[in-house]
């Protein structure tokens, strides 16, 4: 397929993949259940700063909206597509993609994106809901930041697709990429905002955290949208993730190419 | 419906899809409960599912597998020997026979995923069997084999129930299993009973008639058939004509009498056919 | 169930099916070694990160709700002690609860002349993860060096009883959920959510405060594997604690058994 009849290939199939999420629609609830892990983090920091005041700057509010705004970008941004690319490869499923029309990437990231429409028409009313009521919840930012913060959740997820599909290209030569990709995250996660806002950091591991990919698809749009960016460093953010985009289709194009070769060359 | 099994019988099933084969398999092996009514088998109420029961019988079902995926089939086997807490002495003697009758030798050190499904389904069969249940409750065994691996399974249910004198029930989509084993055969529709009987009274009762081939010289009026029989089908100079069954003989000397024969054969009709005319007989 | 053999005898099976089971679990994967280690390499980077993470904490405040850092990190040797149980010993059972329903496994394994609960929860072992729960047991023993204060038998003897009563309660826990497969829930999503719960004992309960902590404690168990352990082993709690935990597994155990078989009476009773 050409890449030109790709944009009209999507509403079509993200209509199939939204139907697909529909029906699955209790596996959805189990995952908005399970998204327990940022309002951990949101709890332990409140009895920090029940016991210290403030941290760092942050108070109990601002440690409430940087945790929803984070659990929020968290459902958009993730993209588990590693696995699925891991089994095609090693099971021969990718054998049955590669015969249709569409480049496997789109087929993954489509069904991602058929999965984020439902759970965002779920989780989005329910937060807007809850900061109607919950007054700690406050994002001092006008329509325009947050429009820029939604590109920036965007950009994450674009960022997030493209690095966990160049390492999940690795499965053609080894059975270990999984362990690898994990270990990739965990650093990510402790880099990303998850553990704590990235200003907490000691400013060593900050200036390092803010060149890395991780923080695009957490930390970077909740700054943003809890006004805590101006232009210049916006402008750095987005910098750095199309920066780090661009690396990873770079890697996973080649990638996928040479380990396509091989695939079919050893006839799986 | 209401049926009663002796045992060291084979009773075949037959029904078309959704007739409540499998149900009723399933109610006997106790893993449904009869909404009414009762069933018993070996002294048990299926559903109670008592250990004792659950040692005597075993559940073989074609699509399904129980055998160890990335295993080798040997592996299941000493699974089942535990299970079912079979004795060495008792469980080698049952294997070397299984090994034996089923050929089974050349594939028990190769994982169970590398078979092909007609030997899986002989591994099935072995780990089924290894605690020598008398009863076996075999549910579409020969489902998607081909022809030769059909015919292996087929065999081997025979020579089995001859030799342990085990009780077997078979439903079978495959006509040729059921006729090939069954001494007995059971009609189901919808739940309920419509034959219970040996094959050869079915075919009599459903069929009195037989079918006559003939291929002609040259065409015929069917009205000039009509004498010899009724007319079944007509392709081109081949006609089958539909004969009484006490008077096949005569009428087979009337068609070579009165008609431009060049050959003749009798058959009977296909279980098939007469099943179908089973069915449609409401 | 009625059954003719002495309970004796009966146990002695039970183990030896474990054994097979457990072999058949190890025969199972081809690159047992290779996979083994590089989980134990995952595991340790996951406990040290876990660790650090919980300074940039502390660099804001001395304690949190009460506990000092080498407190909490036996807390947290506690979590992923629990969490290697359950990566060990429930998921890899729990994850195939769907597969048994719709490919009809669950026919077969009814017809077994085992208990059925045994077979569906206990029938597969986590080979690479066995190392999990030690490792964890590490982190435990780093923080209480820490803190440089050994704990009395008697608070081991307290510890002990709470870790086995934690592992009951896991149990029950989970399989009062994989239960809920047989209508039709997916398994994996089952097994999300108690990962998800899990998550919460990370840091002791104290920290989540008010409705949250009770919860923990009443509702979500998660305060009787981690924090409770941990305050024995730190020297806060007493026996009534362990009267208490040992209460509440036993019967959330029996109650996930009775709900065993009351699925299954619902299960075969579906056919007419």
């Known amino acids: 397929m050409t890449t030109r009849a790709v944009p009209r290939v999507y509403p079509a199939l993200l209509r199939a993949a939204w139907g697909s999420a529909v029906a699955y629609r209790g596996q959805v609830v189990l995952w908005l259940l399970t998204s327990l892990f940022p309002l951990i983090m949101m709890a332990v920091w409140l009895s920090v700063v029940e016991e210290a005041g403030t941290a760092g700057g942050f108070d109990g509010p601002d440690f409430v909206s940087y945790y929803v705004a984070a659990a929020v970008t968290n459902h958009f941004t993730v993209a588990w597509v590693s696995w699925q690319w891991d089994e095609d490869i090693r099971t021969g499923g ?49 329509p325009g930041t947050a429009a820029v913060a939604a590109v920036a959740v965007v950009a994450g997820f674009g960022l997030n697709l493209v690095m966990a599909s160049a390492f999940s290209m690795l499965s053609f030569w080894s059975t270990q990429v999984h362990n690898l990709y994990q270990l990739w995250w965990g650093v990510g996660f402790f880099l990303s905002g998850w553990v704590a806002p990235l200003e907490l950091f000691p400013p060593t591991l900050r200036r390092v955290a803010v060149l890395l990919p991780f923080r695009s698809s957490l930390g970077f749009p909740v700054e943003i949208v809890t006004g805590r960016l101006d232009g210049r460093a916006i402008a750095a953010g987005f910098a750095v993730t199309g920066a780090w985009s661009a690396g990873f289709l770079f890697v996973y194009r080649v990638l996928w190419r040479r380990g396509l070769r091989r695939y079919e060359a050893v006839g799986a | 419906m209401s049926f009663r099994i002796d045992a060291g019988e084979i009773v075949g099933f037959l029904g078309p899809n959704g007739a409540g084969k499998t149900t009723t398999l399933k109610c006997l092996a106790g893993l449904l409960h009869p909404t009414a009514g009762r069933a018993r088998v070996l002294g048990f109420t299926p559903h109670e599912r008592e250990r004792a029961f659950l040692r005597q019988f075993t559940l073989v079902m074609g699509q399904r597998n129980q055998l160890l995926w990335d295993l080798p089939a040997m592996e299941t086997f000493l699974v089942n020997q535990a299970i079912y807490g079979v004795p060495e002495p008792q469980f080698r003697a049952a294997l070397d026979e299984l090994v034996a009758l089923l050929e089974l030798e050349p594939l028990l050190d190769k994982q169970v995923r590398q078979l092909s499904l007609g030997e899986r389904m002989r591994c ?100 000039d058939m009509a004498a010899v029989g009724d007319l079944e089908s007509a392709d081109g100079l081949a006609v089958t004509l539909r004969v009484p069954r006490a008077a096949t003989k005569e009428r087979a000397a009337l068609a070579l009498s009165s008609l431009p024969v060049a050959d003749v054969a009798i058959e009977d009709p296909s279980v098939e056919d007469i099943i179908r005319q089973v069915f449609t007989q409401r | 169930m009625t059954g003719s053999q002495a309970p004796g005898l009966r146990a002695g099976t039970y183990l030896r099916l474990l054994g097979i089971f457990y ?105 690479h993860n066995w190392a999990d729960p030690l490792l964890g047991l590490g982190l435990v023993g780093y923080g209480l060096a820490r803190g440089g204060t050994a704990p009395d038998a008697g608070a081991v003897g307290l510890f002990a ?22 209508w039709s829930v997916s398994s994996r999503g089952m097994d999300d959510v108690i990962e998800g719960l899990l998550e919460t004992g990370r840091f002791p309960v104290s920290f989540y405060g008010g409705a949250v902590q009770g919860l923990l404690t009443a509702v979500v168990p998660v305060a009787f594997m981690t924090t409770f352990p941990a305050e024995a082993l730190l020297g806060r709690a007493g026996w009534p604690v362990a009267v208490l935990a040992v209460t509440v597994s036993a019967t959330i155990f029996l109650a996930a058994s009775v709900f065993w078989r009351f699925a299954l009476r619902s299960y075969t009773g579906a056919g007419s």
């Not at chain 2, 075999?138 to 004198?165: K, M, N």
């Not at chain 3, 719709?102 to 017809?111: C, E, P, R, S, V």
């Not at chain 3, 989970?174 to 047989?182: A, E």
Request: aromatic share 10%; glycine share 6%; with cysteine.
């Open chain 3, 23 to 127: 072999r058949n679990s190890l025969l199972n994967e081809m690159e047992y070694r290779l996979k083994f280690w590089a989980n134990v390499g995952l595991s340790l980077f996951w406990l040290v990160w876990a660790a650090l993470s919980v300074r940039v904490y502390f660099r804001f405040t001395g304690t949190i709700a009460g506990w000092a850092y080498h407190e909490v990190l036996v807390v947290m040797g506690l979590f992923f002690t629990v969490n290697g149980i359950h990566q060990a010993l429930i998921t890899p059972n729990l994850a195939r609860m769907t597969e048994y329903v719709q490919k009809g496994t669950l026919d077969y394994l009814l017809t077994k002349p085992v208990d059925s609960q045994f077979l569906v929860s206990l029938r597969h072992i986590g080979v």
């Open chain 3, 161 to 182: 009883v709470l870790l086995a009563a934690a592992t009951v309660l896991l149990y029950g826990v989970s399989l009062l959920l994989q239960t809920l497969t047989i």
């Open chain 2, 124 to 223: 099935e069969l072995a780990a089924s069997l290894l605690h020598q249940p008398r009863v076996l409750f075999l549910d579409e065994p020969t489902l998607g084999l081909d022809v030769t691996a059909q015919a292996t399974i087929r065999d081997f249910v025979r020579t089995y129930s001859a030799r342990q004198g085990a009780t077997v029930l078979l439903t079978s989509h495959y006509m040729a299993d059921v006729t090939a084993l069954a001494s007995r055969i059971l009609v189901i529709d919808g739940g309920t009973m419509r034959y219970d009987g040996d094959l050869r009274a079915l075919v009599e009762r459903h069929a009195p008639y037989r079918l006559l081939r003939l291929t002609l010289d040259c065409q015929v009026q069917p009205a």
């Open chain 1, 94 to 142: 990718l054998s049955v993609k590669l015969l249709k029309p569409l480049d496997p990437f789109h087929h993954h990231a489509i069904e991602q994106l058929g999965k984020k429409l439902l759970i965002g028409a779920v989780l989005l009313p329910a937060v807007a809901a809850a900061a109607a009521v919950v007054s700690s919840i406050r994002y001092p930012v006008g």
